[in-house]
């Protein structure tokens, strides 16, 4: 059976998204992103690795290029070891630069 057609949505219903409140998950989110980005800063041997860090609800998103897989595995451990870390995704991307393997090193199965 079709589902029926849709008329929109009912009156008084925004349009628009509404913005944040501005509260406390907002500035804990964003306090806890600034926290892992020093303990990564201070954590990791070699400067210049791209990471980018998003948090929401205490779950830690890393994005970017680390330049070895053992930086990749070394940044998710100092993350998850930050106090109030709920959960980490490792979203960060390994660029070696070699030409034999087009420059993407493999990532390593966790141990």
Same mark, same amino acid.
């Given at each position: 059976?079709?589902?029926?057609?849709?008329?929109?949505?009912?009156? *008084?219903?925004?349009?628009?998204?509404?913005?944040?409140?501005?509260?406390?998950?907002?500035?804990? $989110?964003?306090?806890?992103?600034?926290?892992?980005?020093?303990?990564?800063?201070?954590?990791?041997?070699?400067?210049?690795?791209?990471?980018?860090?998003?948090?929401?609800?205490?779950?830690?998103?890393?994005?970017?290029?680390?330049?070895?897989?053992?930086?990749?595995?070394?940044?998710?451990?100092?993350?998850?070891?930050?106090?109030?870390?709920?959960?980490?995704?490792?979203?960060?991307?390994?660029?070696?630069?070699?030409? $034999?393997? *087009? *420059?993407?090193? $493999?990532?390593?199965?966790?141990?």
């Amino acid at each position: 059976m079709p589902f029926p057609p849709f008329d929109g949505f009912p009156e *008084g219903t925004p349009s628009v998204p509404r913005p944040l409140p501005a509260g406390e998950p907002v500035h804990a $989110d964003r306090d806890l992103a600034l926290r892992v980005a020093d303990r990564l800063r201070a954590g990791l041997p070699q400067p210049g690795q791209r990471i980018v860090i998003e948090v929401q609800n205490r779950v830690v998103v890393l994005e970017g290029l680390v330049t070895d897989v053992h930086l990749r595995r070394l940044a998710h451990d100092l993350t998850w070891r930050t106090p109030d870390v709920f959960d980490v995704c490792n979203r960060l991307a390994c660029w070696d630069g070699e030409p $034999d393997n *087009g *420059g993407w090193a $493999d990532v390593i199965a966790e141990p």
